[in-house]
């Protein structure tokens, strides 16, 4: 879907040149918000756009927050999440089998991902026009993330000249503007680390459940927040090998990890070189040529997350104890070490939430605005918690 001509996208990379970060982040940041802002006022109901919802088991964790939180659109979110409970507990019915893994990504990360790889594919194909190459050569140059997908999507031929304008604006800008932005990418631009956080290793630290204060919320998600917000500086769990994902580089913890940030600049480098003369894979290419085939496939990062690596040995440990409710990701773990049988104990509450949403979806509508407001209201967020997990939790 290229809604953007080449024209139109060569004077929109000019312009996220001339601003500070990656220019690509840029405008990917542009795309999310255009994507869920357009989203929000006409195609809630779009039966297509809620199909594909219904395919991913609804926006990841990040997109999902920020359909709420940003884009602040909590009516639009009930209506999605409540068919995404319907599909729960629709494909969760009868004898137990657990909860399958989305048939389809996350509509908001293929939207960024097209468009990332639009901007990247219009640097590549222009750098040599003169403009984009003085543009090029006083910006701060691609993030480590963006840097390691041109190399990947980018043909064999165009890859070259992206990488070497890469690492000549980062060695000249050295110890600046961010190198967090130039690590991990643009806030929120990036999920946690899934490779790490998909497989726990070692020994589960002393973690503890807490208790929640309502019947909807995850209380591996309540436990685990509590858990890393006691990091004053996320350098404690670091052992001297891992890197940050984006999305725990932004948390406040990751103010302070230079050390790290440089780390993972460097390697990044050194893997987008050995990537800039590994041809493609044959197969892939016909395919891609033809207009087949699915995009690159993501890779884990060169530097695994340790905060993740820390995460994902603590939810391991969590989830064997806790009792519902969980959220999706957690539930699927807890069902993966305790057995599908865990499954019945969560219908009963995707039942009564499901009631509040229909309450709170009743009261929106003009002939019941008068009625008083109660727990109602706070279904939308209860909902979209209990499906994607709590803020910055994938
Ligand atoms: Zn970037
Ligand atoms: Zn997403
Ligand atoms: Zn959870
Ligand atoms: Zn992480």
Redesign the pocket.
Same mark, same amino acid.
């Given at each position: 879907m290229r809604t953007v001509s080449r024209h139109t996208a060569f004077y929109d990379l000019l312009d996220a040149l001339a601003k500070p970060g990656c220019a690509v982040c840029t405008l990917v940041t542009r795309t999310r918000w255009r994507y869920l802002d357009s989203l929000a006022y006409e195609n809630v109901n779009d039966p297509g756009v809620r199909a594909k919802l219904r395919e991913a088991h609804g926006f990841c964790n990040r997109h999902a927050w920020y359909f709420v939180e940003a884009v602040r659109e909590v009516f639009g979110a009930a209506i999605i999440y409540r068919d995404i409970l319907h599909t729960l507990q629709a494909i969760t019915a009868g004898p137990p089998r657990g909860i399958p893994e989305p048939a389809a990504q996350c509509p908001a990360c293929t939207a960024e991902i097209e468009s990332g790889d639009y901007a990247i594919q219009t640097l590549a194909e222009a750098i040599d026009e003169p403009d984009l190459r003085s543009a090029l050569d006083r910006s701060d140059g691609l993030c480590a993330p963006h840097l390691l997908r041109a190399m990947r999507a980018l043909r064999p031929a165009l890859r070259p000249a992206v990488l070497e304008t890469t690492l000549a604006r980062w060695q000249e800008h050295g110890g600046s503007p961010d190198l967090r932005v130039r690590a991990t990418g643009a806030p929120g631009l990036f999920s946690?680390?899934r490779f790490?956080l998909a497989t726990p290793v070692g020994r589960g630290p002393s973690v503890r459940l807490a208790a929640t204060s309502d019947p909807f919320t995850c209380s591996v998600c309540v436990a685990l927040r509590g858990e890393l917000e006691r990091f004053r500086s996320w350098t404690s769990l670091d052992d001297g090998s891992g890197g940050? #994902?984006n $999305?725990?580089a932004w948390m406040s913890p990751g103010d302070d990890c230079e050390m790290v940030y440089r780390r993972q600049i460097a390697t990044t480098g050194e893997h987008a070189s050995a990537l800039s003369s590994a041809p493609r894979p044959r197969l892939r290419t016909a395919m891609r040529n033809l207009g087949l085939g699915q995009p690159e496939p993501d890779s884990p990062p060169p530097r695994p #997350?340790f $905060? #993740?690596i820390y995460?994902a040995a603590s939810e391991a440990v969590l989830c064997s104890q806790a009792d519902m409710p969980l959220c999706i990701p957690h539930l699927r773990r807890a069902l993966a070490m305790r057995g599908v049988g865990a499954l019945e104990a969560i219908r009963p509450i995707w039942h009564d939430l499901d009631v509040l949403l229909g309450e709170y979806l009743r009261k929106e509508d003009y002939r019941f605005r008068g009625e008083p407001r109660g727990i109602e209201q706070k279904s939308p967020r209860w909902v979209v918690a209990l499906i994607a997990g709590a803020p910055g939790i994938r």
């Open positions: 946690t680390d790490a940050l #994902c $999305v725990h #997350c $905060v #993740c995460q």
